[in-house]
């Protein structure tokens, strides 16, 4: 039987509208240094996003949402990404 990936909680979000909420295997983001990644069990993270592409890895799917600027926090598994802030 196959291990379950491990999962964190992620919401993808701006003032006016909500992209995505619910468990991801990974987020794929770029900042002023470059490209990371955010896996389960990442460390505390903080950081401001820079305008590029937000890839989300779901068990069933990838999702790509365009980004002009952000802000994503990252805690215990919970993803926080708050866009056009």
Request: a positive charge.
């Amino acid at each position: 039987m196959a291990k379950p990936h491990k999962t964190l909680q992620l919401k993808l979000r701006s003032p006016y509208q909500n992209y995505f909420s619910g468990p991801a295997l990974s987020v794929t983001g770029r900042n002023r240094l470059g490209h990371f990644d955010v896996l389960a069990d990442h460390a505390p993270f903080f950081t401001l996003l820079a305008a590029g592409e937000i890839t989300v890895r779901t068990e069933h799917e990838e999702l790509k949402f365009n980004v002009d600027s952000g802000i994503l926090k990252v805690k215990n598994n919970l993803v926080d990404i708050f866009l056009n802030v």
